[in-house]
């Protein structure tokens, strides 16, 4: 009989100790042996243990024992912690990436503005840029389309400590929205745009827990036509109420829609810098 030393475990079972992670507040992680991914609501001591709540993006919350090997962050096993309370504090975060300032309270919004076409846009700009826009007084307005844009940049009179910024969706060569932008000109005023048909295109699919969006034929309504052949129920709001609560941060967005945001938001505050 083969002899495997004193504990008599075979070689092949003997596993490293997994990094200890702290289990701080909003940390993502899938608990291994069920699949659940979500992020840390809560710690708490148990009579069996400590315990970690975990919140999926749909809101469901399950408990998990604090196991050792019980967790995958990023894909690697790590064991979660109780975080220490008497460390140095971490820095946060805002969802847009910058770092976060603990009691700031809003500057007083400038004459700038940033607009955006609706108010989707809107909602998204504010979801994941809005603690950085109070902090540097933005304010974001929406247009109810770009039909009229010329017209209504004319009666912002943009000028000196008074810019505008535009966001357009599907702002492409040849396009319609292509041509409304190219009449709006002036120092003052900068007009971008990213390649989507909407801004819910601007979301990840795989936040969404989609495999892609959906072509939709020109002549059908977009949206409704996404609804259909995603199997969702055939009512707007509801999917972007679904689409928006997906997005936690900047890492859930396209890349095109992240540069344009960050460029409006430095040109209207770059007048005071």
């Known amino acids: 009989m083969r002899s495997y030393g004193p504990d008599l ?10 990094p200890e ?58 064991t ?25 309270r809003a500057r007083v919004a400038r004459e700038s503005r940033i607009y955006v076409e609706g108010r989707h846009d809107a909602e998204l700009v ?13 304010v974001v307005e929406y247009l109810e389309g770009i039909d009229d844009l010329p017209a209504i940049v004319a009666a912002f009179s943009p000028g000196p400590g008074r810019r505008l910024g535009v966001l357009v969706d599907h702002l492409l060569p040849g396009t319609k929205e292509h041509r409304i932008a190219a009449q709006v000109t002036g120092d003052a005023v ?14 990840k699919p795989a936040s969404v827990g989609i495999p ?5 034929p020109f002549e059908e309504s977009w949206k409704e036509g996404i609804c259909r052949r995603l199997g969702w129920p055939v009512d707007t709001p509801a999917a972007w109420k679904r689409i928006l609560a997906s997005v936690n941060s900047y890492k859930d967005l396209e890349p095109a829609l992240l540069g344009r945001v960050e460029q ?10």
């Open 9 to 18: 475990t075979p070689p092949w079972k003997n596993q490293a100790p997994a």
């Open 190 to 203: 900068l007009i971008v745009g990213h390649p989507y048909i909407d801004i819910w295109q601007a979301v």
């Open 126 to 138: 504010e979801r994941v840029w809005g603690d950085d826009l109070r902090i540097e007084g933005v």
């Open 80 to 104: 979660l912690v109780r975080p220490d309370r008497s460390a140095a504090p971490v820095k946060r975060v805002t969802a847009s990436g910058s770092i976060a300032v603990p009691g700031a």
């Open 212 to 216: 892609g969006w959906p072509d939709v």
């Open 21 to 78: 992670i702290a289990a701080e507040r909003d940390l993502v992680v899938e608990e291994a042996a069920s699949g659940f991914c979500g992020a840390v609501v809560r710690c708490e001591k148990t009579a069996e243990g400590f315990t970690v709540t975990l919140e999926d993006r749909f809101g469901k919350l399950r408990v998990f024992p604090m196991a050792p090997r019980g967790f995958l962050l990023e894909g690697k096993v790590v």
């Open 264 to 273: 409006l938001i430095d040109f209207v505050t770059a007048q005071e810098e």
